[in-house]
């Protein structure tokens, strides 16, 4: 097992009723800046929920954050936090309006020039102004971890960003929620958080015993309750552990100890950069041809995961880890997620050189677990997905 550090002061708040604690969380002479997204939040019950909670305090409000949140609609939130003298955030949406609001919490203490930097200078962020979220969509994690990701239509260009700083001070996890999500928002939940199991157990056996059965267990989880929380979304026991399994799958815990990939998500955020695929399908597109193409490397562990997560069996390990591959589609397609590049644009074409091309400019020269795939490989592993 590797050495690691493991901090997480996020506060999780989980269960039935628990928007309406809110206000128990937030300081009382805080001037809060409430984000939301395009406006599910209006016709669904949440934003009466938490105004209700919110009674009291001293709150501007700023609606409209994008999917793949969107750096100049970003900056204009950042204007209001300036000119109004915020003091405290609170997102209530997906993985897009907390990741807005992490970029946000960054940029309003950053001291440094354009606060584009934070995303293309790769800077840390070691003190962020304080946020909490209201969960809406499972799926990210983005409600218990440090990370956000940052679209730039103008450039076509998605970043990721960081730090010790942008953990949320509290997260509220109400399974209710889940009831009004549209099937394919809980489609792309689901596969978003079984590929961050994926990219974290997908590389090679390290000895992290417990690591891989937690990994497993969420996946596990994941493929039983799909079919229930899309058949019935009001399934308040499914939801809930939906919910947890998306939090659990990408809160840092599963990821300590052991060696982590990622290349599946950087390859898909190109996909999303430049053809505005949901991010979910992006994984769903690359994530076969991924361990197709690195299957030397990776087939102990893709056995591993075939017998203990889909019941293969057999002696024969290059025969379980390619079954492996084939349930691992299986399972995207039960969910209605088309697996191939063509399936979602006619304009696929040069694709992967265009990427391999960013991945060259961009000094990502090598990537994966063992920091050894090249933007050749890249390109390879895209043309397998058209
Ligand atoms: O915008 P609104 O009106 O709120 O509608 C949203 C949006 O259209 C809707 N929705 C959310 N909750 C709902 C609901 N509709 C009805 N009822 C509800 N309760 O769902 C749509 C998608 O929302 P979004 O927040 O974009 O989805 P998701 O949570 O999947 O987030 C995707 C973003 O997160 C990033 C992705 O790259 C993408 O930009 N990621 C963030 C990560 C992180 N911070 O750790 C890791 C991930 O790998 C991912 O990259
Ligand atoms: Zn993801």
């Known amino acids: 097992m590797l050495n690691f550090e493991l901090k997480n002061p996020t506060k999780i708040i989980f269960g039935k009723g628990q928007i309406a604690n809110l206000a128990k969380e937030l300081p009382q002479d805080a001037k809060i800046l409430l984000l ?6 209006k016709t669904n019950g949440i934003y009466e929920q938490v105004k209700t909670a919110l009674d009291g305090f001293d709150v501007v409000e700023f609606g409209g954050i994008p999917a793949n949140p969107e750096y100049e609609v970003l900056l204009e939130a950042l204007k209001v ?3 109004q003298h915020i003091t405290y955030l609170l997102a209530v949406g997906g993985g897009s309006v907390i990741d807005g609001t992490k970029f946000l919490s960054a940029a309003a203490l950053y001291e440094g020039g354009s606060p584009w930097e934070i995303l293309t200078k790769s800077i840390k962020t ?8 209201v969960l809406t969509l499972p799926a990210t994690a983005s409600e218990m971890n440090s990370g956000a990701v940052i679209t730039r239509a103008e450039t ?11 953990f949320p001070v509290f997260s509220i996890l109400d399974p209710q929620v889940v009831a009004s999500i549209p099937q394919r928002q809980l489609a792309n939940g689901v596969t978003d958080a079984f590929t961050h199991v994926l990219e974290q157990y997908m590389t090679y056996p390290a000895g992290g015993l417990l690591q891989d059965r937690f990994a497993e267990s ?5 493929v039983e309750v799909a079919p229930k929380v899309i058949a019935e979304p009001t399934n308040y026991e499914a939801a809930a552990n939906f919910m947890w399994s998306c939090t659990m799958a990408l809160n840092g815990l599963i990821q300590k100890g052991v060696p982590g990939d990622w290349a599946v998500h950087m390859m898909g955020h190109e996909l999303t950069a430049l053809f505005g695929i949901d991010h979910a399908r992006t994984l769903a597109i690359v994530a076969p041809s991924h361990y197709r193409f690195n299957f030397e490397a990776k087939k102990e562990k893709l056995a591993q995961y075939g017998k203990r997560v889909w019941g293969i069996t057999g002696d024969n390990i290059d025969e379980i880890a390619n079954e492996a591959i084939v349930k691992t589609e299986a ?3 039960s969910l209605e997620i088309k697996t191939t590049l063509s399936e979602y644009t006619e304009d696929y074409k040069g694709t992967a050189e265009k990427i391999a091309g960013r991945f060259t400019e961009r000094g990502w020269l090598g990537l994966g677990e063992h920091k050894s795939l090249t933007p050749a490989n890249v390109q390879q592993i895209i043309e397998m997905s058209y």
Do not use: R, V
């Open 36 to 41: 939301y997204g395009g406006g599910s939040i």
């Open 81 to 83: 936090i300036k000119e």
């Open 126 to 133: 070691e003190k962020g102004m304080p946020f909490g979220t």
């Open 156 to 166: 076509q260009e998605k970043f990721s960003m960081g730090g010790p700083g942008l």
């Open 218 to 222: 969420i996946m596990q989880t994941l």
């Open 331 to 333: 399972f995207f397609h």
